[in-house]
């Protein structure tokens, strides 16, 4: 016998949430495929090593993913795909590491390069010149952290649209467009979300252009993805000597930047009101007059970017520019862009919260290449369908919940074919119908479980009903909708209950639902 | 830099398999809900203790399954949940077993028993009197096996539905109607397939009417489960003595029943002709007038399913009765079926070959009780979705290719916002756009890529055609079907190209779809 239990961070996910991940899901991958991407999958387990960044090091299990050994001993290769080889010339063999996909990202590197590698191999891949590829996946990924904070969880799901093989900004535009048509898809309205566009070159010509060294990029932007969390005064101060941490009483180490470069970067930041229009912006970022190469492209871009989205009618209503936006990771290369949701939450606390960013992406030119070093321009974007789930829910947005089956209840087992040729026929008319099979045989206990199922109808046909020819039909759902309203038990039944002539059951019951 | 690629056995799925991947999934499920199914999903990695079966007894994977160590050290339960501790009264932690689910029956049988255990805990479940729950649930399953013959995976998808809590053979009758209304939506028609039904019980009343001792049932059903791959000979000599085997030369040890017995057993199976009516086979299973109460019950049952099968429509094209199917599985209890395609194909090899069965069930009431103790009654059935999506591919069912999106040609980069413009005014109206953004830029590079996506239309715009206000539209698919049809060159572009003024490309576009 054993104690049956789920691992910690992993979940059963019920009907009702289901029907919800399912919702966003079809409604996203419906304009996924409006724009022409393809659905491709991956597996969920992969060689360790080509999902790169969470290489283990030692056989162990590495911070972070879930990741094992394979049962399987099979031979090492080198870089090229040829296997390596003792002095003796026996081939060198090994147990490589699995590890459960972490990303969607990852694999489409793996599935690209592999897509392309015969090619590659025989030097038919120009750089510059690379295969175009568009694909969307969805599935569960894995993150095994340490730490689970609530409402976190170690298997969770993701859905992503990307384009490898083309520099194309066109596409970081549509990028844009999929996002917003996407959430208005799922029933996230117009003004209730905005999208924030940005431009990773503008952030990098702007910080060489007061002279901060590029090996410093990386460290200044991850200060700057702080503004939300910590303020303006927070981030001057971590770019300079250092702060004091509010909540905690922790000194965090500044990067130490001159107080010329910090007051720079700050000036930079709050210069934008991002209530202006994406031409207000432009211009500002335009006046700067900074003109550095990858400033003056990065640019260039976002007016590109621009003009695509207005001829399309993507209004500021929709996609905002704010050269203060960062996100998160350090693989982006050109334009990023991130939904944000507008609406606020009450948490456990009964405290209101923002919701923030619900989903988002960019361009990361150097995917393909951290794995076969070949450079391949990319852009794309990922839905977190399980964080947007939560947040429909925690802000009240979940679509109607869906009617259960038409009940038919089992009053009396020797009836059981003619239960059956009810539901029967009523399939056959596309209705979903379920005949009640518990064990559990009381009318209360076979209602109970109709009402758990949101079933709309329930039809009751006992020894009298067959005789008669006729059927109960209890309509469960206005019932429901009376129950508040009618307080007279007769004048309820009679609203909510009628006899129905058996041969009559199917039109009947149409009309009804 | 890494050589990229997948982990043996396991595989990318490309857009056209997904498609028809798909297509099974949502037409299966459309049905499942129609019987009133629930969709509940589990997690793809479980404790191995709670899967069953499968536990490791070392530290190492075993073999079949995908196993490796939790990384995460946790407390160690015993059987009621209750944490164990050592005589200082500590906790005793381990880094527990995890396991990739091998199907979604041993997660299902972990789910349920969650899901009753509190009142379980606190004796408020009545055994036979356990709470109902069906639901369906899709997703893939994970088997290292160490041998992989071709055509076999170790990442695959099943789709199941499952009946927990009722002894009710009306569900079982449903089961059948369930997958008969599946394979029909998928698109397998009447008299290409057929679905087998039985009963365990019969046959083990039967065993036990002629002197098999019930601990060498499963033996004896492990042989006769060989009838279509050794025929009627090869099943009696391995009841009996044992026999040679054809095509190795090997001795196959028999299992020793004596010459009385195993010819009983031969009589048994030859004696019913499945293309008598179920009625006829029912008679003949009576007139053996076998008394033992489990033949009568398993009779019972039959003739109970039959009278469904019968009232519901559900006649010999649909579903006989054989009472030499087994199924190979040990746990099942009572009715079983299973489905066969009656079709054939044509191996790598040239070589006419059975598909055989494709899915099928059956009533395994031990599903609970092997886990926690307790007895439920649980009736399912599964169908594989990769093997079936395999078996329509060879067969040559697979429903009509997706078509792919309208395709606008890039011809001048300087025309971006336009195309934008035309494709954002096309999918307002529902319809799958695609802007090529590829790095290739040729016509015929891009024509080509097209082409490969199964694109219906493409729309040129040059210069000229934009000063003109006009589009090329070309109908690729039309293209196609007429280029074996047309030589001339300029009668077949006249059929599949002209000219459309922009303003009208939307209206004139959906007509042409």
Same mark, same amino acid.
């Given at each position: 016998m054993v104690f049956p239990r789920k691992i910690k961070g992993f979940r059963d996910i019920d009907h009702g949430l289901n029907s919800l991940r399912w919702h966003i899901i079809e409604k996203a991958t419906e304009?996924?495929?409006? /724009?022409? /991407?393809?659905?491709w999958d991956s597996p969920t387990l992969e060689y360790a090593e080509t999902l790169g960044k969470y290489l283990p090091e030692a056989d162990e299990v590495v911070d972070g993913v879930y990741s094992f050994k394979n049962p399987e001993i099979e031979p090492q290769f080198n870089d090229k795909g040829t296997e390596l080889r003792d002095k003796s010339n026996n081939v060198l063999m090994t147990n490589h590491h699995l590890t459960m996909r972490y990303d969607l990202t990852a694999p489409l590197a793996r599935m690209y390069s592999e897509l392309i590698w015969q +090619?590659?191999?025989?030097?038919?891949?120009?750089e510059g010149k690379a295969d175009l590829f !568009? !694909?969307?996946? /969805?599935?569960?990924?894995? !993150?095994? $952290?340490?730490?689970?904070?609530?409402?976190r969880f170690r298997e969770f799901w993701q859905i992503d649209f990307d384009t490898v093989g083309s520099d194309s900004v066109a596409t970081d535009a549509e990028n844009c467009m999929i996002l917003s048509d996407a959430l208005e898809n799922i029933g996230i309205k117009k003004g209730e979300y905005i999208i924030k566009l940005n431009n990773r070159k503008i952030i990098k010509g702007?910080?060489?252009?007061?002279?901060?060294?590029?090996e410093q990029d990386a460290d200044v932007m991850r200060v700057i993805d702080k503004l939300d969390k910590i303020g303006i005064t927070g981030v001057t101060e971590e770019l300079g000597k250092g702060r004091k941490d509010e909540k905690s009483g922790a000194f965090i180490t500044g990067l130490g930047l001159n107080k010329k470069i910090s007051d720079g970067i700050?000036? /930079?930041?709050?210069?934008?009101? &991002?209530?202006? &229009?994406?031409?207000?912006? %432009?211009?500002?970022?335009?006046?700067l007059k900074i003109d550095n190469e990858i400033y003056v492209q990065g640019l260039a871009e976002l007016l590109e970017i621009d003009a695509i989205l207005e001829k399309t009618g993507y209004d500021e209503q929709t996609v905002i520019i704010d050269p203060s936006m960062i996100r998160g990771m350090g693989y982006y290369t050109g334009p990023i862009f991130e939904a944000e949701y507008l609406g606020t939450y009450k948490d456990a606390k009964?405290?209101? !919260? =923002?919701?923030?960013?619900?989903?988002?992406?960019?361009?990361?030119?150097?995917?393909?290449e951290n794995l076969i070093g070949l450079k391949v321009p990319a852009s794309g974007a990922s839905i977190g369908v399980d964080r947007l789930a939560e947040i429909m829910t925690l802000t009240g947005k979940v679509p109607q919940l869906i009617d259960g089956p038409v009940f038919i209840v089992n009053f009396?087992?020797? %009836?059981?074919?003619?239960?059956? +040729?009810?539901?029967?026929?009523?399939?056959? $008319?596309g209705l979903e119908v379920e005949i009640y099979y518990g064990a559990k045989k009381g009318l209360k206990q076979q209602l109970s479980y109709a009402d758990k199922k949101n079933c709309t109808l329930a039809i009751i046909i006992g020894e009298?009903?067959?005789? =008669?020819?006729?059927? &109960?039909?209890?309509?469960?759902?206005?019932?429901?909708?009376?129950?508040?309203?009618?307080?007279? +038990? +007769?004048?309820w039944t009679s609203k909510v209950q009628k006899e129905i002539k058996v041969d009559k059951l199917v039109k009947e019951i149409q009309k009804m639902l």
């Open positions: 304009i996924y495929k409006r /724009f022409g /991407f393809e659905h +090619k590659f191999m025989h030097n038919q891949v120009q !568009r !694909r969307f996946q /969805f599935g569960p990924v894995y !993150r095994f $952290e340490a730490k689970l904070d609530p409402g702007f910080l060489e252009s007061i002279g901060v060294k590029s700050e000036k /930079f930041l709050v210069s934008f009101d &991002t209530n202006q &229009t994406r031409k207000k912006i %432009l211009e500002s970022l335009s006046s009964g405290q209101k !919260r =923002k919701v923030g960013s619900i989903c988002g992406g960019g361009r990361y030119d150097g995917l393909v009396d087992d020797h %009836l059981m074919p003619e239960y059956q +040729k009810i539901a029967s026929d009523l399939r056959k $008319e009298d009903e067959f005789n =008669k020819g006729v059927a &109960t039909v209890k309509n469960l759902k206005l019932g429901k909708e009376l129950a508040d309203k009618i307080s007279d +038990k +007769k004048e």
